[in-house]
Nanobody, 121 residues
Framework: QVHLVESGGGLVQAGGSLRLSCAAS????????MGWYRQAPGKQRELVAG???????NYRDSVKGRFTIVRDNAKNTVYLQMNSLKPEDTAVYYC???????????????WGQGTQVTVSS
């Protein structure tokens, strides 16, 4: 089994910053891509940022220049630094990881439980 545990969400004023963390644990052989999605009330889940095992990153246009994704491969952890937050960034943020386990080398997507980010105007 693989578990993803997120932390770092909360309430912040517009213009403020938050840092999300997501640590993967369990029967992990290797982790390919990791990243973050978010889902606002009444909206579809959308990709925020992703990072490969080699460090290549991608961001949705609305967060470019404000959010930074990094990962620590030794700790199986991915971080999302969010600066200059806007009310429209309010959502539940979910981390994901494409994991090859020690008993099944086919990459499967695992998800965290979600962490609420609320940005007040």
């Amino acid at each position: 089994q693989v578990h993803l545990v997120e932390s770092g969400g909360g309430l912040v004023q517009a213009g403020g910053s938050l840092r999300l963390s997501c640590a993967a644990s369990g029967s992990i052989f290797s982790i390919d891509a990791m990243g973050w999605y978010r889902q606002a009330p009444g909206k579809q889940r959308e990709l925020v940022a992703g990072i490969t095992s080699g460090g290549s990153t991608n961001y949705r246009d609305s967060v470019k220049g404000r959010f930074t994704i990094v990962r620590d491969n030794a700790k199986n952890t991915v971080y999302l630094q969010m600066n200059s937050l806007k009310p429209e960034d309010t959502a539940v943020y979910y981390c994901y990881a494409n994991v090859q386990t020690s008993y099944d080398r086919r990459p499967l997507a695992y998800w965290g439980q979600g962490t609420q980010v609320t940005v007040s105007s």
